[in-house]
């Protein structure tokens, strides 16, 4: 039987790049692999489910699922985690811990972008600004006039509003014109600003604290496949979501491997040992079971948020060859 030819598009990260070079196949597949910028990735599989698999926004996914319109069903390996604290900027003039965030105006490039989900979740369960407390004005990070991928119906009392035109939220958080800026990646400033820096003095310790206290380590992105490959090929979720799972741990041998640094960043062995000793030693972990209160705080968070229309189970977004794996 001849092998499926399927598209693949995903990040160029360590726990994919033995998939990308071929040491991990999936098992009965002949991969076309595309690395993309997650924007691109999300843009073109939302818009017209260009690829067979692909990495996905674990918002955006959740909110097709609840509409009942999703192309793709999940798999269980996720290829992006952070924790968010370190994507909230603030004007450190005026802003000077979380709660000094209500009544005050935010900019975001997407509301439902998962990274903001956790950052509002975050916001609300530990300081008690809620969604309906802030302005949230929308707009580009480098380029202005970003639109949502996903038509968006919000709860009531929650206040969205497009930047100025020809103005990116970067230069609006520059100007003094929004108080905070959530986003994946940081604000694009021409140069250091004295009154533009992170909400948490110290968001690493802010986030292991977090951790501590809950458990969660945010998933950004899973992995997803064509629904109708899915029901054609009953195996190849399952195939997909091995081969994921040993490229990642094809990764965490590399990097714990200290005969010589695999990262160009000082400190890489004491990180990883901090790591383990507060996350586990699968501190990256695949899989439903591992993940089920993540998934759940994030699911709950999403549908409060007004984001999904109703509130969306772990079973219907993830592919059910999935939750269980053989063990020798």
């Known amino acids: 039987m001849a092998k499926l030819q399927l598209s693949i598009a995903v990040g160029d990260y360590d726990r994919t790049r033995p998939l990308l070079d071929g040491s991990v196949q999936i098992d009965g597949v002949d991969p076309v692999y595309m690395t993309l910028s997650p924007e691109e990735i999300f843009f073109r599989a939302f818009r017209g489910a260009e690829f067979d698999v692909c990495e996905l926004s674990l ?5 097709k699922t609840a509409l009942g319109d999703f192309p793709y069903v999940g798999v269980p390996a996720f290829v992006s985690r952070a924790f968010r604290h370190t994507s909230i900027y603030v004007r450190t003039d005026r802003i000077k811990k979380p709660e000094d965030l209500k009544g005050k105006k935010i900019g975001l490039p997407e509301y439902q972008l998962t990274a903001n989900v956790w950052a509002r979740a975050l916001l609300e369960d530990d300081y008690g600004v809620k969604p309906s407390d802030v302005t949230w004005v929308r707009g580009g990070i480098e380029h202005p006039g970003r639109p949502e991928k996903i038509k968006l119906n919000l709860p009531a009392g929650v206040k969205l509003e497009n930047a100025p035109e020809g103005k990116t939220i970067s230069q609006l958080l520059a100007d003094g014109a929004i108080d905070g800026f959530i986003a994946p990646r940081p604000p694009k400033l021409d140069a250091p600003h004295p009154h533009i820096g ?19 380590f945010p998933i950004m992105h899973m992995t997803g496949v064509k629904r109708e490959l899915a029901d054609k090929h009953p195996w190849l979720p399952a195939a997909i979501f091995k081969a994921f799972e040993q490229a990642k741990q094809k990764a965490i041998e590399h990097l714990s491997d200290t005969s010589a640094t695999k990262v160009t960043l000082p400190f890489i062995e ?18 439903i079971a591992a993940n089920r209160k993540t998934l759940d ?13 109703r509130l969306v189970t772990v079973e219907e977004l993830f592919h059910p060859s999935t939750f269980e794996s053989f063990k020798l």
């Open 59 to 63: 918002s955006s996914s959740t909110v």
């Open 198 to 216: 992170w909400l948490f003095p110290d968001p690493t310790a802010t986030a292991k604290d977090y951790y501590k206290r809950t458990g969660v």
């Open 270 to 287: 004491e990180q990883l040992t901090a790591a383990r000793q507060l996350m586990g030693e699968d501190y990256w972990s695949y899989g």
């Open 297 to 309: 705080t994030f699911l709950s968070h999403h549908h409060r948020q007004g984001l999904s229309s």
